[in-house]
Nanobody
Framework: QVQLVESGGGLVQAGGSLRLSCAASGLTFSGAVMGWFRQAPGKEREFVAAIRWSRGSTYYADSVKGRFTIARDSTMVYLHMRSLKPEDTAVYYC??????????????????WGQGTQVTVSS
């Protein structure tokens, strides 16, 4: 049984930093792509970043490029966020595409999801 458990969310001032963590279990990592998505109130869930487990290659949404960094280690996936803006406020979700040769940005591609962690950036 695959489980994804996020942690690390919280309240931070604009310009600050946070690190989100996702503990993954029950997954065959070699072929997987791990992603982070976010959903703000009244908006659709949107892609943030993803990493191919085997190669470590990454892909970012334009809105976070240069500010966020996705990384993986052992069975953990991290999202390092800096220079946070109020518009980054959302529930952040960890997701897993169990087998893919490339990184997809649409949420329907991902097979497993965590419960989400709230990130609030105050102005």
């Amino acid at each position: 049984q695959v489980q994804l458990v996020e942690s690390g969310g919280g309240l931070v001032q604009a310009g600050g930093s946070l690190r989100l963590s996702c503990a993954a279990s029950g997954l065959t990592f070699s072929g997987a792509v791990m992603g982070w998505f976010r959903q703000a109130p009244g908006k659709e869930r949107e892609f943030v970043a993803a990493i191919r487990w085997s190669r470590g290659s990454t892909y970012y949404a334009d809105s976070v490029k240069g500010r966020f960094t996705i990384a993986r280690d052992s069975t953990m996936v991290y999202l390092h966020m800096r220079s946070l803006k109020p518009e980054d406020t959302a529930v952040y979700y960890c997701a897993a595409d169990r087998s893919s040769p490339i990184i997809f940005t649409r949420s329907s591609r991902y097979d497993y999801w965590g419960q989400g962690t709230q990130v609030t950036v105050s102005s």
